[in-house]
């Protein structure tokens, strides 16, 4: 199974906020992703955090970690119908290892 | 400037046949890595260049093998392609300055169907 897992369904309105979590396995990943891709395109990468952080804001998204539990965040604020894609949490050791992705659908 | 470039974007072959994905990346990056997508999955890592030498291995059969060339493009090679062969192949270029980061760009993907 995957290492990194993430659910696999999201949908919400247009305007409202999108929480998208993620939960690793790897307690030694140094940095952990965000990644973004639109049907028929490659992945596109949205923001990063180091794994000494809490928190990272970057417009308007906002990324929470939880090193502890082993638990990645991403949210959206304001989600736009330009927003609907999959979105895939990783981890970076070695390699880049990641979750199954999220499909966030906006409805309009 | 150019992102990373990869060819062809579709490809259809059958089993048993062998294939060659391309993949240029962005300007001044020298690591170049491959990676498989199944359809409904996370991509799953193949292999890292960097310099011309292997730098790391998924766990992939020995059917597939990669190379960079001294311009940095690189080939990835899949023989006696099977079914579930099927697949967007991705490659993804990353800068010398990400250091640990392993700030990656991505390709838009090489889809290859075997039938």
């Known amino acids: 199974g995957e290492d990194v897992e993430q659910s696999l369904f999201l949908s919400v309105r247009e305007g409202d906020s999108s929480v998208i979590n993620c939960t690793y396995t790897?307690?030694?990943?140094?940095?952990l992703y965000w990644y973004k891709q639109e049907p028929g395109a490659g992945l596109q990468l949205l923001t990063y955090?180091?794994?000494?952080?809490d928190m990272k804001q970057d417009q308007r998204l906002t990324v929470l970690l939880n090193k502890k539990d082993k638990h990645l965040s991403l949210r959206i604020a304001d989600t736009q119908t330009g927003d609907s894609a999959i979105y895939f949490c990783?981890?970076?050791?070695?390699?880049?290892?990641f979750g199954a992705g999220t499909r966030l659908t906006v409805k309009p | 400037d150019a992102g990373v470039t990869q060819s062809p974007t579709h490809l259809i072959k059958t089993r048993g046949q062998h294939v060659t994905l391309r993949c240029s990346p962005i300007?001044?990056?020298?690591?170049v890595s491959w990676y498989q997508q199944v359809l409904g999955q996370g991509p799953q890592f193949i292999f890292q260049?960097?310099?011309?030498?292997?730098?790391g291995r998924g766990n992939f059969p020995d059917r597939f093998s990669a190379r960079q060339f001294p311009n940095y493009s690189s080939e990835l090679n899949v023989n006696a392609l099977l079914l579930g062969d099927s697949a967007l192949y991705l490659c993804?270029?990353?800068?010398?300055?990400?250091?640990?980061?392993?700030?990656?760009?991505f390709g838009p993907g090489t889809r290859l169907t075997v039938l």
């Open positions: 990783a981890e970076s050791i070695r390699d880049m290892r």
């Open positions: 955090i180091f794994s000494n952080m």
């Open positions: 300007s001044g990056h020298k690591s």
């Open positions: 993804a270029s990353r800068p010398e300055t990400s250091g640990s980061r392993n700030e990656q760009f």
């Open positions: 790897d307690s030694s990943s140094t940095y």
């Open positions: 260049y960097y310099e011309k030498e292997e730098r």
